[in-house]
């Protein structure tokens, strides 16, 4: 039992060899924003993405010399792996905010996490006056992040002696495209890199410029949500902009290997999909909901459309947990008080699609959770000795098992309990109750949209929680749990 829940030597050399590489990765990451100081003449950034590299490049070459790959992995130490690779790459990719003096280090971190999290809360006070060098590298931060560190890693990587289906596993990803994972993982990207040049392509023609498309490219399709304004989409005040970017994030906050089916052609697929039935529905039921209540509070004047408009873009910013915004603080809290931001709320929470690039329960886990209630529903009705068959239609016809539906309960419980904790941690400073669970709400499920509480003056301890609630949501929370419990037991056994 105490080899269960500890790590041996050889599993600690194999997760320190292979952190090695992912700094190699992140270093020549790096790299690529000095193309943009060049272009743009911002020779201030040289220095600080250069040193980074270097520092980046140096641990991660230490890494790999000295400690080699000695044990194939498993899925406890693929996942203490997925948990620590996180913090590491925020580390680093803290560095350039830091080195060029723009972000003191806390402040860098929480950047950095937010960024490779896909969240989009930011430590910047004035985002108009962002350097275009700086920008580039926060888009590029959630747009690795929209793919997964391990997930490059296990594309770019041949062979490191570890079992990649358990690395696949261990950063919440359960669906594969073919049998194989290295194949499904090159599918994945090439899929994300032809959807990424869409989404450039598709800002372009609702008239944004060429950087800003990139930009918005990569923080939309990645439903990253960073802004280049601090009025986010409002800046550009286009509607064709707004409609763009809605379909972006849908696509990103979308299953792959539903993509992947439809790109075969077989398009109706993602009509049967209990995941887009679960996704339109709440953005439907809800859109309507808000629309009328913004309506009937002339919030946007007397043009229902007009309030139809600000309402979806909400609606869809949210359930795809992109946070890219449109209405803001301190109006989304005095006119959208009630019933949108409840709405908002639980939208946030619900999240986005399986295997795609956002965050929250998953629409997955709701669909399984809905369909328990009709099952364990029509059992009371049935005889004591008939079988019901528990089935939905994910991409194909899928067997629920009791297991199935335990591990979903397990993992919606923890999730609200994490969410409870955070809530009451953020309230003994800001005692606004409203403010505070929409925004912990929106840190958890990687959404980023604000109400004005998180700010570069906020407490270090609240800002610490929201690291800490990037990180788990983005990890789905029990890759972290099990690195506290393996942290703990270590120390009471010392």
């Known amino acids: ?15 320190l060899h292979l952190s090695g590489n992912a700094c190699l990765l992140l270093a020549a990451a790096m790299l690529i924003p000095l193309i943009v100081s060049f272009i743009y003449e911002e020779p201030q950034y040289i220095i600080p993405f250069i040193l980074s590299s270097v520092i980046s490049g140096l641990i991660g070459l230490f890494l790999i010399k000295f400690f080699k790959v000695e044990i194939e992995m498993t899925l406890k130490s693929a996942m ?17 905010y830091y080195i060029s003096g723009e972000l003191s280090y806390l402040n860098a971190y929480f950047e950095a996490m937010s960024g490779f999290t896909t969240t989009g809360f930011s430590m ?3 985002l108009d006056v962002v350097s275009y060098t700086i920008n580039f590298w926060r888009a590029f931060t959630q747009w690795i992040g929209g793919l997964g560190i391990i997930f490059l890693l296990l594309v770019l990587l041949r062979s490191t002696g570890v079992d990649v289906l358990r690395l696949y596993l261990a950063e919440g990803r359960e669906e594969r495209l073919t049998p194989s994972i290295k194949h499904s993982t090159r599918i994945i990207v090439y899929i994300y890199l032809f959807f990424t040049a869409i989404a450039v392509t598709l800002f372009l023609i609702a008239g944004m410029p060429l950087f800003d498309s990139v930009f918005h490219a990569f923080t939309a399709l990645s439903t990253g949500g960073f802004g280049m304004h601090n009025t986010s989409l409002l800046f550009y005040n286009s509607v064709w902009i707004e409609i763009a970017a809605m379909i972006i994030m849908m696509i990103g906050a979308t299953n792959f290997a539903l993509h992947y089916t439809v790109l075969k052609g077989n398009w109706k697929e993602y009509f049967k999909d209990i995941e887009s039935k679960v996704a339109y529905s709440l953005i439907i039921i809800s859109t309507l909901l808000v629309t009328l209540m913004l309506y009937n509070n002339q919030v946007y004047g007397s043009d229902l459309l007009l309030n139809f408009r600000y309402a979806l873009f909400q609606m869809v910013s949210a359930i795809t947990t992109t946070g890219l915004q449109t ?3 301190p109006d989304l809290l005095a006119k959208w008080i009630g019933l949108g931001t409840f709405l908002l709320t639980i939208l946030m929470i619900i999240g986005a699609g399986s295997l795609s690039t956002g965050g929250g329960i998953k629409w997955l886990r709701l669909g399984i959770l809905l369909k328990g209630i009709t099952w364990q529903v029509k059992s009371f009705i049935l005889p004591g ?3 019901m068959a528990k089935k939905i239609h994910h991409v194909s016809e899928l067997k629920i098992t009791d297991d199935v539906l ?6 919606v419980f ?13 309230l003994i400073y800001y ?3 409203s403010r505070v669970i929409f925004e912990v709400a929106s840190a958890l499920s990687n959404v980023g949209l604000g109400s004005g509480i998180i700010t570069p003056t906020s407490p270090d301890l609240v800002k610490f929680v929201f690291i800490i609630d990037f990180w788990m949501g983005r990890l789905e929370i029990w890759p972290v749990l099990l690195l506290i419990v393996i942290t703990i037991n270590n120390i009471v056994k010392r």
């Open 431 to 433: 005692p606004d109750i």
């Open 414 to 426: 923890t999730y609200f309990l994490i969410y409870i904790i955070s809530v009451i941690i953020v």
């Open 1 to 15: 039992m105490q080899r269960i829940h500890r790590l041996s030597g050889r599993e600690i050399k194999t997760i």
């Open 385 to 387: 000795k008939a079988v």
């Open 406 to 411: 335990r591990i979903t309960g397990a993992f």
């Open 124 to 126: 910047y006070p004035n």
């Open 327 to 329: 209405a803001f603080y």
């Open 80 to 96: 203490i792996f997925s948990t620590i690779i996180w913090l590491i790459a925020c580390a680093l990719g803290a560095l350039p």
